[in-house]
């Protein structure tokens, strides 16, 4: 399970959130503003504008290969 560090939309404050990758997006298990766990009634806005954010830069790399005309893909361990 990954953490990261976000600003809550609803808050505006920086709040810790564990969550899981998932085909269909970022799934949240759990975040720091809500206590205890199953007190999280939000509407996970964070995950959503996460997910648009990757899923614009992956977008946005597609397109470049294709401008250049190399369908060669390099996976990159980080």
């Known amino acids: 399970m990954r953490s990261m560090l976000v600003?809550?939309?609803e808050s505006a404050h920086l709040e810790e959130?564990?969550?899981e990758d998932h085909p269909l997006g970022m799934l949240?298990?759990?975040?720091?503003r809500f206590s205890p766990a199953c007190a999280m009634t939000c509407e996970r806005a964070c995950a959503a504008r996460l997910d648009?954010?990757?899923?614009?830069s992956t977008?946005?790399?597609e397109d470049e290969?294709?401008?250049t005309g190399?369908?060669?893909l390099v996976p990159l361990q980080l």
């Open 7 to 9: 600003t809550c939309p």
């Open 17 to 19: 959130i564990r969550y």
């Open 70 to 72: 190399d369908d060669t």
């Open 65 to 67: 290969d294709t401008m």
């Open 28 to 32: 949240i298990v759990s975040c720091t």
């Open 52 to 56: 648009r954010k990757r899923r614009t």
């Open 59 to 61: 977008e946005l790399f």
